[in-house]
């Protein structure tokens, strides 16, 4: 396993947890100030973030060892398809009346948020060349 491939499952891994824990709190802190309706919207959220960050981050780790122009297809398209995914999502649940919009924004653009925080802050932590040195 090459130093990208273990840094990309280390994203992908600490993201889900993150990710779930939010969901989890998200949805308690919901339900606690709203009701169900609160704490289905914020579980909501949390997927929606999930689905905002996983995907790119998958996408990197089975790009990352393919030509740059492979790469940069694979990664447009899983944003492309993240994209069309979550704008019929927001689209269907747009009509739903008892669904809590309040709850499900703050738990989706913390999770967003939490997703770009894990992110950085392993990218600046990794020790990955940029170039290959010489012979």
Known sequence: MTA????YRRALRLTAIVLG?????????AWIVVGPDGALA??????VAALGA?????????????PPHVMAGI?????LGKM????????VLQGVDSFHRPSFAATAV????AGLV??????????????????
């Open 54 to 66: 996983l995907p790119t981050q998958y996408a990197m780790l089975k790009g990352h060892t393919r």
């Open 21 to 29: 824990a939010l969901a989890v709190v998200g949805g308690a802190v």
């Open 110 to 113: 913390v999770g967003l948020l």
């Open 118 to 135: 894990v992110d950085v802050s392993l990218l600046r932590k990794s020790r990955i060349p940029y170039v290959e040195p010489g012979p």
């Open 4 to 7: 990208e491939e273990a840094l």
């Open 42 to 47: 914020a579980v909501v959220g949390a997927a």
């Open 84 to 91: 069309l995914v979550i704008i019929v999502a927001l689209l």
């Open 75 to 79: 990664v447009a398209f899983s944003w």
